[in-house]
């Protein structure tokens, strides 16, 4: 039976590209509304515009995740165009990678805020008016493997994702009794442009190490993602799913 998302309306954050329009692009199939908001507004309406030639509904909208100011913005004009927002999905992510000692304050300062403080405060924003009307939701973090199990020359990203999923844990306790779900989602390598930044001998070892022998596809993340802002997921909270083809098998 077809996952069926009608009459939801969800937020996406990184939706201009990479695993995030893989996100906003699915949810969309299922038939759920999508803010496609991203801090490069003209691609997020090109998403946006993806969205609509494929039958779904979506509108772009911009937003720097690393500002709690924009993070409230996008709320007020998300929740002004299309009605409150029960599916929050924090896709933004960025990183570089290299040798902790090397990082400089700007650099883990803005991994920081980027990866974590973000879906802090999309939360923060978008929870808040959810529980006011005493609407259930959904809400799907978007983590790394990195996060589970540490990576090489990634130290700042690996906390920050590692804080993802504490995060995750903890505020679906607390969301529990609101009947807001939150759960998370820990990619691994995955076929983005932020993988194929990465220099080209580390691609080759992940290769290597990956039991299925190949990288993921954005699609691949979606459709776990959509799986958990569905009601087939209408007993899962708190929890982290590696989708990362065996790269790492976490007890």
């Known amino acids: 039976m077809r996952i069926s998302l009608e009459g939801r309306t969800a937020v996406v954050t990184g939706a201009a590209s990479g695993i995030g329009r893989a996100v906003a692009l699915t949810l969309a199939e299922a038939g759920a509304t999508v803010a496609v908001a991203d801090i490069n507004l003209d691609a997020a ?6 969205v609509a030639a494929r039958g779904g509904k979506a509108e772009a909208f911009s937003v720097d995740v690393r500002s709690r100011a924009s993070i ?4 007020r004009a998300t929740e002004r165009a299309l009605g409150l927002v029960d599916v929050i999905v924090n896709g933004a992510g960025w ?6 000692l090397e990082n400089e304050p700007d650099f883990i300062e803005n991994v920081i805020a980027l990866n974590l403080l973000g879906p802090i405060w999309i939360c923060r924003s978008y929870l808040a008016p959810l529980v006011a009307e005493g609407r259930p939701g959904r809400v799907v973090n978007i983590s790394s493997d990195a996060g589970r199990v540490g990576s090489l020359g990634e130290t700042a990203y690996a906390s920050a ?3 993802v999923i504490s995060f995750t844990k ?3 306790r607390e969301m529990a009794r609101h009947a807001v779900h939150v ?7 995955t076929e ?18 990956i ?11 979606a459709d776990v993602v959509t799986y958990l802002a569905s009601e087939r997921a209408s007993y899962v909270t708190g929890q982290v799913i590696s989708v990362s083809g065996g790269l790492t098998m976490v007890g």
């Open 211 to 221: 039991p299925l022998r190949r990288f993921g596809q954005p699609e691949e993340i």
């Open 45 to 50: 309406t090109t998403a946006a515009e993806q």
């Open 161 to 163: 994702k590692g804080g």
């Open 192 to 209: 983005t442009p932020l993988l194929h930044a990465q220099p080209q001998k580390i691609q080759d070892a992940l290769l290597r190490a």
């Open 183 to 189: 759960n998370c989602v820990a990619p691994g390598p």
């Open 170 to 172: 903890s505020l679906a």
């Open 72 to 75: 409230e913005a996008l709320q």
């Open 95 to 100: 990183n570089a990678g290299q040798p902790f």
